[in-house]
């Protein structure tokens, strides 16, 4: 009696195939992605010419009117959400994440802890090709290092853009997948307010840091779509399905 191959059938998984990821919306937003180009080519550009300079004609009004506005309670609000961005919550939270993800999908295991790793290395490398120097409008705090982009809204877009794809995995429900987009997109966007309430960034270097965060979770999906199977995907979806048998004659 032959042995009946195996295979693993072609499934829809909302991990894989979510309702919208970056790379589709910015396809289906070609405005948006246009948009979003000409946002970093110009932060970018300004940011580096003469050290930032002729931005500090929208950035120090409004670096001004922030310190002017700040109470205790927002004071506390916003260093308790600046944590979600820091570096010692991103990487142990990246850690647990691929835990809790590898043995249902080592893919995207592997996405989440790749994507903490690599964007340091990004930061880095744009911090250091602009230069651009810290404000020095009552910072709440002394910050180091080059001012643009931010750091913050990078890394916490790095993590915690990607929360949803790992609720999916555990949690079948769209309902859940959008409170999960709901959740990440309120905690980064809080992340980038935070760092101009503190003084530590400009209004721009913010705004540049949020479309750098685009691309690149932009790219951490592409990648993960591309390599994304069913060999190292244990999903429950995963239902092994045999071929016909076949019939010696």
């Known amino acids: 009696m ?24 910015f396809r289906a937003q ?18 580096t010419w003469d050290r930032g300079r002729i931005l500090l004609h929208v950035d120090e009004p409004v670096a001004r ?27 142990p939270l990246a850690i647990a994440l691929a835990l809790w993800t590898w043995p249902r999908c080592r893919f995207l295991a592997v996405a989440v802890v790749f994507a ?14 602009v230069g651009r120097e810290r404000p020095d409008i009552e910072p709440l705090g002394t910050f180091h290092g080059p001012s643009h982009p931010s750091g913050h809204p990078l890394a916490a877009t790095s993590l ?11 949690v079948h429900s769209k309902i859940l997948w959008w409170a999960a987009v709901a959740a990440s997109f309120t905690i980064i966007i809080g992340v980038a307010a935070s760092r101009v309430y503190k003084g530590a960034h400009y209004l721009t270097d913010v705004t540049a840091s949020l479309a750098w965060a685009g691309f690149y979770l932009a790219v951490v999906q592409g990648c993960f779509d591309r390599f994304h199977g069913t060999r190292d995907c ?14 010696d004659r």
């Open 2 to 25: 032959t042995d009946v191959p195996q295979r693993r059938p072609a499934v829809s998984l909302l991990h894989r195939d979510p309702p919208m990821t970056p790379t589709s919306f």
């Open 30 to 47: 070609r405005t948006a992605f246009a948009v979003t180009i000409g946002t970093v080519v110009v932060l970018t550009t300004l940011a």
């Open 65 to 91: 009117f922030v310190a002017d506005h700040r109470t205790p309670a927002l004071t506390d609000a916003f260093n308790f959400i600046s944590h979600a961005g820091d570096n010692l919550v991103i990487f």
């Open 116 to 129: 903490a790793l690599l964007r340091p290395v990004l930061e880095y490398l744009l911090k250091g090709a």
């Open 160 to 170: 915690w853009g990607l929360v949803p794809a790992v609720v999916a995995l555990h």
């Open 234 to 247: 244990r999903h429950p979806q995963h239902a092994v399905q045999a071929e016909p048998e076949s019939v």
